[in-house]
């Protein structure tokens, strides 16, 4: 409760916390918190897609986001100017407000924890492997539990809770994988209800 963030965001951390990954969740949750710095024009969806792929998991959009975060670390050490560092967002259809932003939240993020006692080790590994992988989504779970979905017979539907039936959004890096259970930070309704950050998981997680 004392997360400056969304309850259910907050129990991820807590979450993340015990089962040792803290320092992706602390990267992810204060992703899920801002608008997602990834644009996608509606007249340049296709070179978006192409300009994202740098930062795609074929996985987990969650470790896109990690992907990303390691990108804009790495802008802003090279001590580029300020118009550079802007162009170079804009070039991979990414957001520069947004991404300070971001970062910006992180920082309060890890204030509060640290003032909680907690510890842990501040960088994130460059390949994520499987062990990790369960942790940071099993901890993803445990705030995100009515966003779970199965793949239907029926192509590209997934059941979810509920009732509910939808589809992963097309900038998904799943979107051609077709998991038969995914996880999602939400789901948006547009032209159909879409999942937005989406991950691939197994049934005994939930």
Known sequence: ARLPVDPRIGRMILAAKEAGCLAEMLVIASALAVPDPRDRPLDKQQAADQAHLRFRDERSDFLSLLVLWQ????????????????????????????????????????????????????????????????????????????????????????????????????????????????????LTETTRLYARNAAKIEPEWI
Not at 136 to 160: I, M, P, Q, T, W
């Open 71 to 186: 990108f804009f670390a790495e802008a802003l050490s090279a001590k580029l100017s300020h118009r550079a560092l802007v162009d170079g967002c804009r070039a991979h259809f990414v957001s520069y407000l947004r991404l300070r932003e971001w970062r910006d939240l992180h920082q309060q993020l890890c204030e509060q924890v640290r003032e909680l006692g907690w510890r842990w080790t501040e960088a994130l590994p460059g390949k994520v492997d499987d062990a990790r992988y369960i942790a940071v989504h099993k901890s993803l779970l445990a705030g995100l539990l009515s966003n779970v979905g199965f793949r239907s017979d029926e192509g590209d539907v997934y059941l979810g809770t509920r009732g509910i039936r939808f589809y992963l959004h097309p900038g998904s890096g799943l979107a051609k994988k077709a998991a038969k259970w995914v996880l999602a930070a939400e």
